[in-house]
């Protein structure tokens, strides 16, 4: 199906510049600007995004010209020979998603030392530019392979998408200047060599997709979507050259997208990927396409996702297993998937308006986004295991070369995941409410100022610690408008009560309200925050007969640290119709001490063996998982064995 005509049909040919990392063309629902949003620093998302600025940003920085990456740019200005290059072929990403993440801290909270790092680190970058707008430090240069010689795993499409996002989150945020020239340049060097005609071929990290839809509805340029829609379209066809130990589907180059029924493979690779193919299916109205991503999405989140919302249970290809391949100790979970995730999950709710897809974001972001950064936002973890057997070693101030060490780590081999995180924190205001023609959603509950479709709302809460959330009305629109509030799937006796009127009960989904609001409304949402038991399916064999704590919108879990001495989490059950109770923003919950036998040298198998001694109950704290590990080396588990 050729769908060129249609794409050049659906850009504008000047696009209004809105600060906001995605804006589909014609939306009835668009998420709101990273500039409508004050988030109280003293709340939980607030708090996150003030450490993310004055310390994670830096923390990259200082890292990318310690390891050598930046300097990687200057060699290649100076037109140098490179001998041995430092990082992997995907380095140059890390400097374009740091960019993007200063471009929309920048945005929220000029600051001039900011700004001046900003342009410096630009200008870096745009002077090792080719003329024709190759931008690559890898490839294309003295000393280094030719360029495009490596599609599979040379990641130069990828690189160039980062920097294209980069520049996009600078151009949304009222500045047409360097870097964005060196996007645009960048961009339109990729649709002259890879355009009709060009070569036929995709990247084997997918992300390039994402960019160019993103960069053409932002610069009013149709010829980005057309080479987005292209290499979609490509994809599938088994053309890259596949590595030992890897297959077609970890590039996702095994089936067609539109063919395709779940995620699988690489899973970063998979969400950039359908993220950019929905994309090229709202701008192209292929509801074929759409439909695919669609199907894709829900099997993918009924049998392939954590109970944390993260995403892949294979450490060998960071990918998806099998469905109810869902280990607890293997799952891997890798931070960035949790970012692709929420990417793909936001866009599926900008087209639909659905509120599955708010819920899935909300998941995600409490309990892997928050859960990467250490509190002083100068350590992350990468992988995101629920299922700790052996505490973590320190990682010291080196570069941790394992993904899945137990403890956050200030530096990676492969770092991806420290600047996906920033950015995302830089940009969290864009996904905390939407507008439309009838009014504004509240999506995510954070404390704060909401400026958008009319309305100033002030947000008074403590979630998730509580449940209460109070939006007093600072201003409104004239005439009737709707404010829809999204009541969590998990919210099974929610309240709303609007001014003076009594509390009413709202099922989970949109509660709406709609009515002439004046300046002084009050709206005040309750949330069920007690703990809650949470069974897995039986079909998901790595946790049968386990159970897990939640509290509201959080995850717990069971550390070491929390037990008594000489107790290990080996040792620890749940009896049957325990209950949780509150404690903090944790959870108490009744368990016992079984101390199993076990013979030295023999298999751990054989006849059903008894206890070595008597059980004794012993009281669980439970905390955030997103806490886990944050005092200190400890083992960890999130489902813990139930005994009647």
């Known amino acids: 199906m050729t769908l060129s005509a249609s794409v050049a049909d659906q850009l504008p040919d000047a696009v209004v510049a809105i600060a906001a990392p995605v804006r589909p063309t014609g939306s009835a629902t668009h998420g709101v600007a990273v500039t409508d949003v004050r988030l109280d620093p003293d709340g939980f998302w607030g708090g996150r995004q003030a450490v993310n600025s004055a310390a994670t940003l830096e923390h990259c920085l200082r890292w990318m010209e310690r390891l050598g990456w930046l300097a990687n740019f200057d060699r290649v200005a100076r037109g140098e ?60 240069h003295p000393g280094l392979p030719p360029r495009y010689s490596d599609l599979a795993m040379g990641h130069e499409l990828y690189n160039a998408g980062h920097l294209i996002q980069a520049g996009v989150a600078r151009f949304r945020t009222g500045h047409d200047d360097r870097l964005v020239e060196i996007a645009r340049r960048a961009a339109d060097q990729i649709c002259e060599e890879f355009g009709e005609g060009g070569l036929d071929a995709v990247c084997g990290h997918p992300e390039i997709e994402v960019a160019l839809v993103e960069g053409g509805r932002a610069f009013g340029e149709r010829r980005y979507l057309e080479q987005a829609r292209l290499f979609v379209e490509r994809r599938g066809r088994g053309t890259l050259h ?86 607890a100790d293997r799952a891997y979970c890798e931070t960035c998937a949790g970012v692709g995730s929420v990417m793909l999950a936001w866009r599926l709710y900008l087209a639909t308006g659905e509120v599955r897809y708010a819920d899935l974001i909300e998941r995600t972001l409490f309990n892997v986004i928050a859960t990467s950064p250490s509190a002083d936002g100068t350590s992350f973890f990468y992988a995101n295991p629920l299922h700790q057997r052996e505490p973590g070693a320190p990682a010291g101030d080196g570069v ?87 009541i969590p799937e998990w919210a099974v006796s929610a309240t709303l009560q609007v001014g003076e009127g009594a509390p009413v009960p709202v099922a989970p989904g949109w509660a709406d309200v709609t009515r002439t609001f004046v300046a002084g409304d009050l709206v005040v949402i309750e949330l069920p925050t007690a703990p809650r038991l949470t069974w897995p399916d039986p079909r998901i064999d790595g946790v049968r007969d386990t159970v897990a704590v939640e509290r509201g919108p959080l995850v717990l879990c069971l550390e070491s640290t929390d037990l008594p001495d ?3 989490l080996d040792d620890v059950r749940v009896k049957a119709g325990a209950a949780p109770s509150s404690h903090g923003d944790g959870a108490r919950l009744a368990g016992s001490v079984d101390v199993l036998g076990s013979v030295d040298g ?43």
């Open 81 to 140: 020979e490179t001998h041995e290059r430092p990082g992997w072929q995907f380095s140059d990403s890390e400097v374009y998603k740091l960019l993007e993440a200063m471009a929309w801290d920048l945005a929220r909270r000029p600051d001039e030392r900011l700004e001046a790092t900003f342009v410096a680190l630009v200008e870096r970058i745009g002077a090792a530019q080719d003329d024709d707008g190759y931008l690559n430090t890898a490839f294309g």
């Open 242 to 327: 596949v590595r030992p130990l890897l297959s077609a589907e970890y590039f996702q180059d095994d089936v067609p997208v539109r063919e395709a029924t779940v995620l699988r493979g690489h899973a970063v690779r998979a969400l950039y990927l359908t993220a950019g193919a929905l994309d090229v299916a709202v701008e192209t109205d292929d509801d074929e396409l759409f439909d695919a991503v669609t199907r894709q999405w829900e099997h993918t989140v009924a049998r392939r996702t954590y109970l944390t919302g993260g995403m892949g249970s294979r450490h060998q290809d960071e990918g998806f297993g099998d469905d109810w391949e869902l280990p």
């Open 400 to 486: 941790n070369n394992r993904a899945e060490g137990g403890l956050r780590a200030p530096w990676f081999d492969v770092s991806c995941c420290p600047t996906n995180v920033a950015r995302t924190l830089a940009s969290f205001g864009s996904y905390v409410a939407s507008v439309d023609a009838e009014g504004l959603a509240l999506l995510q509950y954070a404390a704060g100022e909401v400026r958008a479709g009319g309305f100033v709302l002030d947000v008074d809460t403590a979630y998730p610690a509580e449940g209460t959330i109070r939006i007093r009305i600072v201003d409104a629109p004239v005439g009737e408008r709707r404010l829809r509030f999204r």
């Open 566 to 568: 000489g107790v290990t």
């Open 602 to 644: 023999a298999l751990p198998y054989g006849p059903r063996r008894g206890l070595a001694g008597q059980s004794r109950q012993v009281d669980l704290a439970l905390v955030p998982y997103h806490r886990w590990a944050e005092r200190g080396p400890a083992t960890m588990r999130v489902f813990l064995p139930v005994v009647d």
